[in-house]
Structure formats: structure tokens, C-alpha cells
């Protein structure tokens, strides 16, 4: 079945630091949405990529889906303690089921 | 919109006993999927629901669980038995008219320990 795999597993960042979290699946995907999740909480939606080579930005946040419709990344700059949290991407495929990553769990360091 | 809806948000069993999740969703939509999250296998799609009628229940651990939607506002996660190693987190999610996959919101959740 698919796989989503998410590297890294733990991003420890300075304050002010950029970091990049990487998404691949074993299979080509109709989109891959990211969600956060904060320490006690539950997945947040952040944004969806459908097209092919797609790039959007929500303020400091930089998503990306692949040309092949099979990676996706987010990169984050200037890191800030609001950031905290676990980032979780997910593949969607034409039977309507998201195949969650393991997450990358992001912790700050003022 | 009170968003989804789940009870209870903490539940403490003995193995063995029967354990009952609920979730209310967000009115109109017309999807329902019910997620395990734990440390060691992340989060797990268990079973989906499309307009009250389970579609995919593939990630349903076991026969001990078993899932319901008797009506549009309203879903039910058994486990009976209940096990130990059933301790996790259940999420309950919604969304609506899934075309080129809408967003899934997500419930509080319900953590479940199992002793």
C-alpha cells in the first residue's frame, strides 16, 4: 500500500534559524496536504498542493509538491517559538484516504 | 461552528472492559474518519464513513473494534475487549464532499489508557 515517509523525524532550531522538512511517497499522489499539531493537541489543517511543481507561502512557511506528484517539502525561515509543534504531511490519493507521514516534531531553542 | 466534536477526552479502563468513543461532526459535511495516533505507529487511518456508510475499514486493527454512524451528527469507536496495548489517542475527523480531497478537521481527540 502507500507510504508516506517524513524526514527528519526530530528538528531541534535555534530562534532565527531556517529548517526544512521533506515529504516522499512510494506512489504518485493526486495532492499531499500538511497539517501541525501542537504538544497536546490535534492536526491542524496548514495547506493542500495539487499541482504538479506547486509552490504556496503562508507568511514564513514555504510548501512545495513535486514535479513527479511524489515529494512535497516545507521550509520554515526565521524560526520562532510559535513553531513548536509536530508537522505532519499527508498524501491523498483518487480513493479519497490521506496516508499520514510519522510527522517531524520541531522544538526551539530561544 | 463548535467544530468536531469528540467524548470523552480521557478515558481510564481495565483490559477487558468495553470502551465506547463518540464524535459528533461538523454539520454538513459528509465525510467521517476515525485516526489512532501513538508513539510508535503515528497516525493510523482505523475506518471512514461516507454519507453515514463505512467505505474503507481496512485499517481496523482487529474484530474488538468496531465502528458506527447510525446518523449524519453522529459516530461511535468501540473496543470490546479492551487491551492494554489499545492505549493511544483516537482522533475523530470530518470534511466535506471530498472531490480533489478537502480538508480534514479534526477533533480534540479522546486518550485512551488501557491498564
Known amino acids: 500500500g502507500q507510504q508516506v515517509m517524513q524526514i527528519p523525524q526530530y528538528q531541534h532550531v535555534q530562534e532565527g534559524e531556517d529548517f526544512t522538512t521533506y515529504c516522499n511517497s512510494s506512489t504518485t499522489l493526486s495532492n499531499i496536504q500538511w497539517y501541525k499539531q501542537r504538544p497536546g493537541g490535534h492536526p491542524v489543517f496548514l495547506i493542500q498542493?495539487?499541482?504538479?511543481?506547486e509552490v504556496k507561502k503562508q507568511k514564513r512557511l514555504t510548501f512545495q509538491f513535486g514535479e513527479a506528484k511524489k515529494n512535497s517539502s516545507l521550509h520554515i525561515t526565521a524560526t520562532q517559538t510559535t513553531d513548536v509543534g509536530t508537522y505532519f504531511c499527508?498524501?491523498?490519493?483518487?480513493?479519497?484516504?490521506?496516508?499520514f507521514g510519522a510527522g517531524t516534531t520541531v522544538t526551539v531553542r530561544a | 461552528d463548535a467544530g468536531v466534536i469528540q467524548s470523552p477526552r480521557h478515558e481510564v479502563t481495565e483490559m477487558g472492559q468495553e470502551v465506547t468513543l463518540r464524535c459528533k461532526p461538523i454539520s454538513g459535511h459528509d465525510y467521517l474518519f476515525w485516526y489512532r495516533q501513538t508513539m510508535m505507529r503515528g497516525l493510523e487511518l482505523l475506518i471512514y464513513f461516507n454519507n453515514n456508510v463505512p467505505i474503507d475499514d481496512s485499517g481496523m486493527p482487529e474484530d474488538r473494534f468496531s465502528a458506527k454512524m447510525p446518523n449524519a451528527s453522529f459516530s461511535t469507536l468501540k473496543i470490546q475487549p479492551s487491551e492494554p496495548r489499545d492505549s493511544a489517542v483516537y482522533f475523530c475527523?470530518?470534511?466535506?464532499?471530498?472531490?480533489?480531497?478537502?480538508?480534514?478537521?479534526f477533533g480534540p481527540g479522546t486518550r485512551l489508557l488501557v491498564l
Open positions: 499527508a498524501g491523498g490519493t483518487n480513493d479519497y484516504k490521506l496516508s
Open positions: 475527523a470530518s470534511s466535506f464532499s471530498l472531490n480533489v480531497q478537502e480538508t480534514q478537521y
Open positions: 498542493l495539487v499541482k504538479s511543481g
